[in-house]
């Protein structure tokens, strides 16, 4: 499938679909729990960028990368300044400062793996968060100068998320005390 193919098929689709290597994989619905961390993390976020230049977008944007031409729908993405898209659509996002993914069990392994492989493409982006579902713990990936990219993991009700490319901060317990089990 092309690029152009699989944009017209998920354009006119009642589902979404992400898009990798010439194939397009149809996303699942996510759980409770799952739809009301990145709810929660959403709220925080966009409390906390209301005013600024950073915008905060829910899983309905779709994100780009630049060498693999791959289709995402993460479910938090940040921008700051006017947000950058693609051939000047109005659907798809290419200049991210933060990704976030909530984990399920069916797809941690690749958010950790291939999805993460395919985001690093993004000159942009500075910030890959990983919040787990089932445990009080967020994954930071933050981008190095050196182009590396350094994981500190932040777990328990007291720590707290220190964002520095939106200068921002949450509290996991904001994030996960309200949260449905």
């Given at each position: 499938?092309?690029?152009?193919?699989?944009?017209?098929?998920?354009?006119?689709?009642?589902?979404?679909?992400?898009?990798?290597?010439?194939?397009?994989?149809?996303?699942?619905?996510?759980?409770?729990?799952?739809?009301?961390?990145?709810?929660?993390f959403?709220?925080?976020?966009?409390?906390?960028?209301?005013?600024?230049?950073?915008?905060?977008?829910?899983?309905?944007?779709?994100?780009?990368?630049?060498k693999?031409?791959?289709?995402?729908?993460?479910?938090?993405?940040?921008?700051?300044?006017?947000?950058?898209?693609?051939?000047?659509?109005?659907?798809?996002?290419?200049?991210?400062?933060?990704?976030?993914?909530?984990?399920?069990?069916?797809?941690?392994?690749?958010?950790?793996?291939?999805?993460?492989?395919?985001y690093?493409?993004i000159?942009?982006?500075?910030?890959?968060?990983?919040?787990?579902?089932?445990?009080?713990?967020?994954?930071?990936?933050?981008?190095?100068?050196?182009?590396?990219?350094?994981?500190?993991?932040?777990?328990?009700?007291?720590?707290?998320?220190?964002?520095?490319?939106?200068?921002?901060?949450?509290?996991?317990?904001?994030?996960?005390?309200?949260?449905?089990?």
């Amino acid at each position: 499938m092309t690029e152009e193919e699989y944009l017209k098929f998920d354009r006119a689709a009642e589902y979404k679909s992400e898009f990798v290597g010439g194939e397009m994989y149809a996303m699942s619905g996510g759980r409770l729990r799952h739809a009301d961390l990145a709810s929660l993390f959403l709220i925080e976020l966009h409390r906390q960028l209301k005013g600024r230049k950073c915008r905060v977008f829910n899983s309905d944007v779709r994100v780009r990368t630049p060498k693999s031409a791959s289709y995402f729908y993460p479910d938090l993405s940040v921008v700051c300044g006017d947000p950058q898209t693609f051939k000047d659509s109005d659907d798809i996002l290419v200049s991210p400062i933060v990704l976030v993914e909530v984990l399920s069990p069916s797809t941690a392994d690749y958010d950790h793996g291939t999805k993460f492989a395919h985001y690093r493409e993004i000159s942009t982006l500075e910030e890959y968060i990983l919040v787990h579902t089932d445990a009080i713990l967020i994954e930071q990936y933050t981008r190095q100068n050196s182009g590396n990219w350094l994981l500190c993991e932040h777990e328990g009700m007291e720590a707290v998320l220190s964002l520095p490319s939106i200068d921002c901060s949450v509290n996991l317990r904001a994030v996960y005390e309200d949260a449905i089990k």
